[in-house]
T-cell receptor, first 116, second 115 residues
Framework: DAGVIQSPRHEVTEMGQEVTLRCKPISGHDYLFWYRQTMMRGLELLIYFNNNVPIDDSGMPEDRFSAKMPNASFSTLKIQPSEPRDSAVYFC??????????????FGNGTRLTVT | AQSVAQPEDQVNVAEGNPLTVKCTYSVSGNPYLFWYVQYPNRGLQFLLKYITGDNLVKGSYGFEAEFNKSQTSFHLKKPSALVSDSALYFCAVSYSGAGSYQLTFGKGTKLSVIP
């Protein structure tokens, strides 16, 4: 199993530009999560999907952030326009049957975003 | 509401000595407790979990954790630390009866094992 695959690993962009982060979950997993990690705020859940349907996006910081999951094997997190305060490491994670809240998450290696 | 606290930002231990990384939690139902480890430039990796049953849970890489309901704690332990155990450790909590997904992570504890 290749695990959760995220791309790109690093992204450097200028303020105002659009940024798209990509994620391929583990095959067969029915939950997909997007997290953001910063030194100041730790790990924050942005949004999660169940069977490709967004369930809770209350963690998305602003309307500049959007996420989609067009099929079971692909998800994107988009920031438009990007701002320097969006600089962070963004993680995608997937899980099988997380609805019971007792299933472990499998994380990708993250995308380190730097907005200048 | 739920919360998890890792009271130590950093723990230093000599190689071969036992290690403990502390975690306390607060939930409104029966807790589901997790430990994850993060190596530099990597995502979090699942170590172990407590759902129900035996209070002592064994996980990957020789780690174990003890659930203590009266003290609302779930400390991570290992009898003999290795230099390769040096990493960032996260405790996380959810609970039975939660509606929307409610896994909450602690701030993390940096473990340094000194040769």
């Amino acid at each position: 199993d290749a695990g959760v695959i995220q791309s790109p690993r690093h992204e450097v962009t200028e303020m105002g530009q659009e940024v798209t982060l990509r994620c391929k979950p583990i095959s067969g997993h029915d939950y997909l999560f997007w997290y953001r990690q910063t030194m100041m705020r730790g790990l924050e859940l942005l949004i999660y999907f169940n069977n490709n349907v967004p369930i809770d996006d209350s963690g998305m910081p602003e309307d500049r952030f959007s996420a989609k999951m067009p099929n079971a094997s692909f998800s994107t997190l988009k920031i438009q326009p990007s701002e320097p305060r969006d600089s962070a490491v963004y993680f995608c994670a997937s899980s099988l049957g997380a609805g019971g809240h007792n299933s472990p998450l499998h994380f990708g290696n993250g995308t380190r975003l730097t907005v200048t | 509401a739920q919360s998890v606290a890792q009271p130590e930002d950093q723990v230093n231990v000599a190689e071969g000595n036992p290690l403990t990384v502390k975690c306390t939690y607060s939930v409104s139902g029966n807790p589901y407790l997790f430990w994850y480890v993060q190596y530099p430039n990597r995502g979090l990796q699942f170590l172990l979990k407590y759902i129900t049953g035996d209070n002592l849970v064994k996980g990957s890489y020789g780690f174990e954790a003890e659930f203590n309901k009266s003290q609302t704690s779930f400390h991570l332990k290992k009898p003999s630390a290795l230099v390769s155990d040096s990493a960032l450790y996260f405790c996380a909590v959810s609970y039975s009866g939660a509606g929307s997904y409610q896994l909450t992570f602690g701030k993390g504890t940096k473990l340094s094992v000194i040769p």
